[in-house]
């Protein structure tokens, strides 16, 4: 298309030249440079619209999910076994951030926004304003890890402490019972992550990061980082953990800490840095959307949620998804 568009400018150009060499005396420079320009730009007008995003109908296998990083392995996994079984349909993953896919969906740039988070009361009226009607279904759940480097001797900590080291309050590892460990180097998602609003108002209470944070993109970089930072502490989705330590968290003091990779504690909701993944869709989910949602919900699609290291949904979940995709239908489910 690029090429044919390329060839047709290049027409419409040359011909406007020898209509010049032509017409000497009737030759009018300036309406006729317009006339070509404005020529030109009509053509490009018509084919550009071949590349924008296809709009998903009843009877067109695609759909777009863009959002939560900590959800693309997830994603992508959902999207490449449900193409392999619907070989006419084509699902598109991104990542960028829940609150880059939630916009998205707001804005009908997206077929299906995941989240790793729960949307914001403002990004729902902004959703109303512009007429989308946004429903929510849960479809994995994640423990936030907190990774330190393999060489760190710690083995558990507190909220309490882990705000008083992200907060830069606590500085040095040896305030913590590692007398080598030095200062603390701390890793850190950046603000339009589903994980970093997590983290903020589970463990920061929204106070300021300490000085020299490292805000990185993705929870991929965060474990690159901290697997060659001995005195690095930083928190991502569990489904990247490679090569580092993840720590154990209790919410204080008299509670028993728990590890992330705890499946059975996780899924009692015993680890306190558990929390729901989300796919979020416009209005009744029909067509490839829908079949795309049921594959994730269903058995397959919650075997897969196991597979990539996210823990799956039980039964009092799986009861409001099917309240909420039956309120989505208009009670015809």
């Known amino acids: 298309m690029i090429y044919i568009l390329f060839r047709i400018n290049i027409y419409i150009f040359l011909h406007a030249l020898h209509q010049m060499s032509n ?7 300036k309406k006729s440079w317009i006339l070509c320009l404005l020529l030109i730009l009509v ?29 693309v392995n997830l994603a992508q996994a959902w999207a490449e076994a449900f193409m392999e079984k619907n070989q006419d349909t084509y699902i598109s993953v991104t990542g960028g951030g829940s609150g880059t896919g939630i916009a998205a969906l707001i804005n009908d740039n997206t077929d299906i926004a995941a989240s790793s988070r729960e ?7 902004n959703a109303k304003e512009r007429g989308v009607v946004v429903w929510g279904f849960v479809v994995a759940q994640d423990g936030l ?61 929204d106070a300021d990061w300490a000085e020299g944070t490292k805000f990185l993109p993705g929870s991929a970089s965060i474990n690159d980082g901290i697997k060659t930072d001995k005195s690095g502490i930083g928190y991502y989705g569990v489904g990247y953990l490679e090569g580092v330590k993840a720590l154990m968290v209790s919410e204080d003091e008299a509670n028993e800490p728990v590890s992330p990779l705890d499946l059975v504690r996780v899924s009692e909701g015993k680890y306190p840095l558990s929390r729901p993944l989300f796919l979020y869709i416009n209005g009744e989910p029909r067509g490839t959307v829908r ?43």
């Not at 060489?151 to 590692?178: A, Y």
């Open 23 to 29: 017409n000497q005396r009737k030759f009018q420079p």
């Open 43 to 71: 053509v490009n007008s018509g084919c550009i619209s071949w590349f924008q995003r296809p709009q998903t109908q009843l009877d067109y296998g695609y759909a777009e999910v863009k959002g939560s990083d900590t959800m």
């Open 119 to 125: 949307m914001k009361e403002k990004e729902i009226e």
């Open 145 to 205: 890890a907190v990774a330190v480097n393999n060489e760190n001797p710690i083995e558990s900590l507190t909220f309490d402490q882990l705000k008083e080291v992200f907060t830069g309050r606590v500085k040095e590892w040896s305030e913590l019972g590692w007398s080598d460990g030095g200062k603390i180097s701390v890793y850190s998602r950046q603000s339009n992550s589903g994980t970093y609003v997590f983290f903020n108002e589970h463990v920061m209470d």
């Open 291 to 333: 079949d795309f949602l049921d594959f994730a919900l269903s058995e397959e699609g919650q075997r897969l949620v196991v597979e990539e290291e996210y823990y799956p949904i039980g039964a009092e979940i799986e009861a409001q998804n099917k309240e909420t995709l039956e309120l989505a239908s208009g009670g015809d489910e």
